[in-house]
């Protein structure tokens, strides 16, 4: 198994409106690819120094190849989709395997 993870810092202002969205629309727009068989989201509890939310979503793949097809054929229109929130946030993207689960 794979994780493809997403960390946000996201700015007050616009944070309860962007957490719906995550909510209600963009993780099941990413679970609705079909590259991933689950989602977690989870609150940073780590304060920032530079402020804002801070988020990381978990996005689980049976294997790496479907992590690429994800950035082949829906990364830049799914990420489109948070223009609403430009400049208000800032993400960060990892790739996880999982080397044991118990």
């Known amino acids: 198994m794979y994780i493809y993870n997403v960390t946000i810092n996201v700015q007050e202002d616009i944070h309860d409106k962007w957490v719906k969205w ?3 629309e963009h993780i099941p727009d990413m679970l609705n690819t079909k590259k991933f068989v689950k989602a977690l989201m989870t609150k ?3 304060k920032e120094p530079m402020g804002g939310i801070t988020y990381s979503v978990q996005y689980t793949a049976e ?6 097809r994800y950035y082949e054929e829906n990364a830049e229109e799914l990420r489109a989709k948070s223009k609403p929130f430009e400049g208000k946030f800032v993400a960060f993207r990892t790739e996880l395997e999982v080397i044991t689960e118990q």
């Open 22 to 24: 995550m909510k209600e």
């Open 44 to 46: 940073v509890l780590v």
């Open 63 to 68: 294997n790496k190849a479907m992590i690429e």
